[in-house]
């Protein structure tokens, strides 16, 4: 198969980490008999600083002409960045929000799995996750608070800000449907989550999710309010398979998620539209403190880029390679140092680079 691929490297480690995962798709490549063709274009901060805006249309195009997108990291030092200096819809977390919109990603899918070798840097007491988790978070991408109207103004001689919320029915049904289609391939169970006892949208979005659920029976639908989700993540987060919700409750409850799996260093995203096409990038963000040092750890861009073999190319054996491989190194005791043990144990453990990670992993394919 012939793989057209768009890199968007993008700010502090993003380019480091994303070197990681080409270098184990191309490993993937070499195995399989496959041939990728990667075209890297800016966006973010380094955009910024080349065109003055965080994301060009020269950018848009090559990502349409493009199968899928691998992307990095995108942002900086809020408290020191000249970026963040500029007017909101000028920073480098505007182009985040356009290219989902310009693309179309209205699916964003953020798996949380607790691998047995990192048990001890969850979070949560050892009794409540003896039986680990696995669970997918589909988080709608395009609609919602984030993208609703806005507006500041003067009112009684103060300031008033104002953000919207909008859903509309189509919006809700095609992320339900991705929800359920993927729930069908796991346990079968979506948890739809929701602020219904307050929000309209939230009515709204329980209704139609029922709705769609009705064309799924062996797939079974729970419901429950975004503060209960949050505390039942931290009390037992194995109870969860499919965890479906809107924009802004999805950002926060899937960072939650990511917190328990150890370490965002090892969390995988795609964001998906309505055809193939996704675009694949970390969970974590730029980490600018770290940039440049070559510690950062790869292995979330190179699952991402697993991901997209999956979704956007069908290639599941490939995939499950790239998911064995990750999990091969980690049973090897190899860590970068975002998952050594904090506490000094861990004298078998070979802590690693980024580009060594790379390297053992591309070896395992």
């Known amino acids: 198969m012939k793989m057209n691929i768009v890199s968007i490297p993008g700010d502090g480690i993003g380019p480091e980490i994303v070197a990681e995962a080409k270098k184990v798709l191309n490993a993937v490549a070499a195995k399989y ?68 919109k310009a693309l179309g990603l209205f699916a964003n899918l953020r798996p949380a799995y607790l691998y047995p070798e990192l048990a ?10 003896a039986n680990g988790f696995d669970m997918v978070m589909i988080r709608e991408l395009t609609g919602g608070l984030y993208f609703g109207p806005r507006s500041t103004v003067e009112r009684d001689g103060q300031q008033v800000a104002t953000d919207t919320l909008v859903y509309s029915e189509s919006e809700i049904r095609r992320v339900a449907i991705r929800a359920f289609d993927i729930a069908r391939k796991r346990r079968k169970l979506v948890t739809s989550v929701d ?4 929000l309209d949208s939230s009515r709204l979005w329980r209704r139609v999710v029922e709705e769609v659920a009705a064309g799924y029976p062996d797939v079974t639908l729970k419901h429950q309010l975004v503060d209960s989700c949050a505390m039942e993540l931290v009390r037992d987060p194995g109870q969860f398979d499919v965890v479906l919700t809107e924009n802004m409750f999805g950002d ?64 599941d054996k490939e ?23 904090k506490d000094g144990d861990g004298a078998d453990l070979r802590r690693v680079g980024t580009a060594e990670m790379g390297d053992e992993i591309a070896a395992r394919i």
């Open 252 to 315: 926060i409850l899937s960072d939650e998620a990511s917190m328990i799996a150890g370490s965002l260093g090892m969390l995988s995203s795609a964001s998906l539209n309505e055809t193939k096409f996704g675009l694949y990038e970390p969970s974590g963000g730029s980490a600018p403190d770290i940039a440049g040092k070559g510690i950062a750890n790869p292995i979330a861009t190179i699952l991402s880029a697993g991901m997209m073999l999956r979704y956007t190319f069908d290639l």
């Open 195 to 198: 602020k219904a006892n307050v």
């Open 33 to 100: 008999g496959h041939e990728i063709t990667f075209k890297d274009v800016l966006m973010g901060g380094c955009s910024i600083d080349a065109y003055g805006e965080p994301l060009t249309q020269e950018t848009i195009d090559a990502c349409k002409a493009a199968d899928a997108v691998l992307m990095g990291s995108i942002g900086g030092d809020t408290t020191t960045s000249p970026w963040y200096k500029l007017p909101p819809e000028k920073r480098p977390e505007a182009g985040l929000l356009g290219i989902r």
């Open 319 to 341: 995939a499950d390679a790239v998911d064995a491989a990750v999990k091969q190194v980690l049973a090897d005791g190899i860590r970068t140092g975002d998952i050594m043990p």
């Open 120 to 129: 001890a840097a969850c979070p949560l007491r050892s009794d409540i996750v």
